[in-house]
């Protein structure tokens, strides 16, 4: 082999993404990325955000300092992030639970998380879409969308900050038309509670509810 085709090989082969089916990719300084259809192992990495395409399979994603973000129809056992959002796309599914510390969690129409969605800061919002385990966190409000369905109830722990300074926004919770909560909503802080008059929930602990009508409550 010539130095040229020597050379022109290996840059090839730069460029082929570093993973086979099913191997696990470990980074930190960068980002992975999993095409759309392809198959990969567990995925880790620090100062990076993880894009899992259509379609596509991988055992676990988990990022330091990054967002992740899983395609429509993608499957994974499970999501978890540290400084940084996960967004779930349509119809992907998560065998077991999303987590994630300061960013927030939105799931497409479809989507389904078999166990738990659970972060401390950032917002939740499902459109359409089924959590098997429940929804928890402390400083991010949680829409329910229309359709959509969780089970386990919702639960909002006390703000143990030590930085919170003595002041703290209340957390706003809205059950949309025709979304079901199974389980008790548990409320250990002050929040606003709007639920709609024809959404089916759990026991309400901590919080008095609001009726509303329509597709959003008037805020």
């Known amino acids: 082999m010539t ?3 020597l050379a022109l090989l290996l840059g ?10 099913d191997e696990n990719i470990d980074k930190v300084n960068g980002s992975i990325q999993v095409a759309s259809g392809q198959s990969a192992g567990k995925l880790s990495t620090v100062n990076g955000g993880i894009h899992v395409g259509d379609n596509s399979h991988a055992r676990s994603a ?6 992740i973000e899983v395609g429509n129809g993608a499957t994974l056992d499970s999501l978890e992030t540290v400084n940084g959002g996960l967004r779930i796309g349509a119809n992907a599914k998560i065998a077991k639970g999303v987590t994630a510390v300061n960013g927030s969690i939105s799931l497409g129409d479809g989507a389904d998380v078999a166990g738990k ?22 400083n991010g409000d949680v829409t ?23 002041f703290s926004r ?15 909503l548990k409320f250990k802080r002050d929040v606003e509670l709007y639920v ?24």
Do not use: C, Y
């Open 62 to 67: 988990g990022t330091v300092n990054g967002g």
């Open 12 to 21: 090839l082969l730069a460029a082929t993404p570093a993973f086979a089916d």
């Open 144 to 166: 329910i969308g229309a359709n959509a369905r969780v089970e386990g109830g919702i639960f909002i722990d006390e703000n143990h900050s030590m930085f919170n300074w003595g």
């Open 117 to 138: 969605l659970d972060n401390v800061n950032g917002g939740i919002k499902l459109d359409a879409a089924h959590v098997g385990g429940g929804i928890q966190t402390v």
């Open 3 to 5: 130095r040229t085709s």
């Open 170 to 184: 209340k957390p706003r919770v809205i059950i949309g038309p025709h979304a079901v909560v199974q389980g008790t």
């Open 196 to 219: 709609s008059d024809s959404a089916t929930i759990g026991p309400v602990e901590g919080a008095n509810p609001q009726k509303f009508s329509g597709e959003q409550p008037s805020l």
